[in-house]
């Protein structure tokens, strides 16, 4: 499942095309919702690798991390703070991850930036492969 991450990061990049998640965001592919403001938008990441594992994307199509901008300063912040609330929601007491990933070496797939926010078990620490 990692090694198959990672050959697809090999290859994503971003486009002018509209995302996969754009897509989640405008309901024309189906999606497991956690939460939905004007600004962000959250779901279950369809291949889980820990019990709960949910995304949080902007509704802003920023491609990655690397790509933002210094007006995105408060959008940034607010996912932060829809990652703690939907935490909080899914059940996540005992704590949890928050990951980005950045580009091909990031093993970034999906060409729309995205917090994995992951719990529901004990995780390991350094993450396994790197
Ligand atoms: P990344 O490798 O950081 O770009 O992560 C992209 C994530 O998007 C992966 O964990 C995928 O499992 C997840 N993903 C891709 N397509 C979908 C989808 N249609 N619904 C939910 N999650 C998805």
């Given at each position: 499942m990692a090694e198959n991450e990672q050959a697809k990061a090999q290859t994503a990049s971003p486009?002018?095309?509209?995302?996969?998640?754009?897509?989640?965001?405008?309901g024309q592919i189906p999606c497991k919702k956690v939460y939905e403001d004007d600004q962000a938008f959250a779901f279950h990441d369809i291949n889980a690798t820990a019990p709960v594992h949910f995304?949080?994307?902007p509704k802003k199509p920023i491609t990655q991390l690397s790509a933002v901008d210094p007006s995105d300063e408060q959008l940034l912040g607010h996912l932060m703070l829809v990652?703690?609330?939907c935490a909080k929601q899914e059940g996540l007491d005992e704590g949890y991850r928050v990951v980005v990933n950045d580009g091909k070496h990031g093993c970034?797939?999906?060409y729309h930036l995205h917090l994995h926010v992951i719990g529901g078990k004990q995780l390991g620490w350094p993450?396994?492969?790197n």
């Amino acid at each position: 499942m990692a090694e198959n991450e990672q050959a697809k990061a090999q290859t994503a990049s971003p486009s002018a095309e509209e995302s996969i998640f754009t897509k989640i965001i405008n309901g024309q592919i189906p999606c497991k919702k956690v939460y939905e403001d004007d600004q962000a938008f959250a779901f279950h990441d369809i291949n889980a690798t820990a019990p709960v594992h949910f995304l949080v994307v902007p509704k802003k199509p920023i491609t990655q991390l690397s790509a933002v901008d210094p007006s995105d300063e408060q959008l940034l912040g607010h996912l932060m703070l829809v990652a703690s609330k939907c935490a909080k929601q899914e059940g996540l007491d005992e704590g949890y991850r928050v990951v980005v990933n950045d580009g091909k070496h990031g093993c970034q797939s999906v060409y729309h930036l995205h917090l994995h926010v992951i719990g529901g078990k004990q995780l390991g620490w350094p993450p396994t492969g790197n």
